[in-house]
């Protein structure tokens, strides 16, 4: 009871600090007694930044809300995930959050966990049914504007890298806008398509890319849609002395993101993102929602920005903080509100 009462204190404190709208014993059922509901988060994918800010975002909001949160991570391990699944059912959890994996390995699980009586949101991953919200950033909308700008520096008759891993939702949208770009420009030439998801990623695409440029040498464009293959992809290029020669474009941000895109001479020239602790946020206020019995949509999108190598020398940003602060967009998204529920503070 003393520990309700403090999460309770806790939580009214820190949204009169931020947002000043609602205290937590407003909340409807169950969330009226937060620190009962019992939720978790089941990971596919955790390497690198994305993940990392992901889950931090997941973290704020579950502790803000009052949230037991517990969280599996299977380390792309796609039975373990499912495993992990059933896990969080026999622990009686209130909801889950699957955030990405393979759709084959998670609709079984997930359709496990509904029947339980369970509320379930998926990030980034197609578990084909209709009582599960879809998270996710726009991806299509993050591939097109990244190839946008492609087309918008080099023109439309290149030579291009594509680094890709069919079968990840995710992904799987941002190559529909890739195939969109090359069938409505038919002078660029599609030279190599490769990718992985070994861990760690970056290092293992470093070591596809350098086989893969030095097969291709006039290849001027790479098509990255993951910051971890471009991370993998700037490494091979400036080993291979091809900074000057290669233009990368990718998706998402982090705080080493930007300081690779900011090197002098750095190949890595834009990216499209969402910050990724917002859509972690957006994914523990869609979750939240459903518990109340509200209805947050089938598709909980969060809108993405694109993000210059010159906007971030010419706004001299250096972390996640400056680019919050130069794209109010990146503090937080106006997705999967409601009047009675507490806000992260600012």
Known sequence: MLRRQAMKLMGSVALLAGYGSVALADMPAPLDNPGDVKIALVRYLSTGDFFQSYLSGVETQAETIGMDLRVFDSRQDAALQADMVDQAIALGVD???IQHGL???MKDAAQRAVDAGIKVVAFDVNVENDAIPQIEQSDYLLGKLALEQ????NGNAFTAGYVYVPGIAPLDRR???WEEVKDANPDITEAAVFGTLDNPIANSIANQARSVMQANPTISVVFAPYDEFAKGVKIAVDEAGMADDVDIYSAD????DISA??????AWVATVATNPAVVGEVSVRALALLLTGENPGASVVVPPTLITQDFLNEQDIKNMDDLGAQMPQFQHADVAVADWMPLPTR
């Not at 492609?150 to 520096?153: G, H, S, T, V």
């Not at 941000?253 to 080493?256: D, I, K, L, P």
């Not at 895109?261 to 750095?266: H, K």
Request: glycine residues 8%.
């Open 150 to 153: 492609a087309l918008k520096d």
């Open 253 to 256: 941000v982090s705080t080493a």
């Open 175 to 177: 190559n529909v806008a």
């Open 261 to 266: 895109m900011r090197e002098p001479g750095s």
């Open 95 to 97: 909801g889950i959050i």
């Open 103 to 105: 759709t084959e390995s």
